[in-house]
């Protein structure tokens, strides 16, 4: 659009302005976005280089394929993972919490899950199930999102990967 108008801009001057506007939008957009009934999640990690290394985006998404939440660690253990669960709770209503989560064999998640549960912090009767083909959704979205992260050309730093995975959310 810009072209037609006779103004030049480059791809870096585009990436700077998601970086910038895409969390403002989230905000002003997330009252509108009604959150669906939460009966089951799927979550797992996958994960990018940043500034040459590795780290772990952990993303939750429910039966319809919308995001629910994501999370960037620079570490795949039982903290980040407590962290991230911790994070996506508190970004939803009460009601909408799922009644199962779906993850992969990872451990990190089951402990976490046993630990609200005694605490609890979420109901005896939530499900957690560890069954492999549970998260295809997610593992092909994860695909979808790579995707758009390879021509970015990678990450100079978390926060620009964090704003700009924002966007694609």
């Known amino acids: 659009m810009l072209s037609e108008r006779g103004v ?4 870096c001057t585009i990436y700077r302005w998601v970086q910038f506007y895409a969390p403002k939008l989230l905000d002003k957009l997330k009252w ?18 940043v500034k040459g290394k ?20 620079t570490t795949r253990n039982s903290n980040a993972a407590k962290r991230f669960l911790s ?30 549960k005694l605490a609890s912090k979420w109901p005896p009767a939530l499900e957690h199930r560890q069954v492999k083909y549970f998260n295809n959704i997610i593992e092909s979205d994860h695909g979808k999102l790579k ?23």
Not at 37 to 48: A, I, N
Request: charged share 25%; hydrophobic share 40%; net charge positive.
């Open 147 to 169: 995707r758009l992260i390879n021509p970015t050309l990678g990450f100079k730093s978390i926060k620009t990967a964090w704003a700009t995975i924002k966007g694609f959310e």
């Open 54 to 73: 590795w780290v772990y985006l952990y993303r939750a998404i429910d039966q319809a394929a919308s995001t629910v939440d994501f999370y960037l660690s």
């Open 87 to 116: 994070k996506a709770l508190r970004s939803i209503p009460a009601y909408s919490r799922p009644k199962a989560i779906n993850t992969d064999k990872n451990p990190a998640y089951s402990k976490f899950i046993s630990e609200l």
């Open 32 to 49: 509108y976005w009604k959150p669906t009934l939460g009966y089951s999640w799927r979550v797992d990690e996958t994960y990018f280089k």
């Open 8 to 11: 030049k801009v480059d791809h």
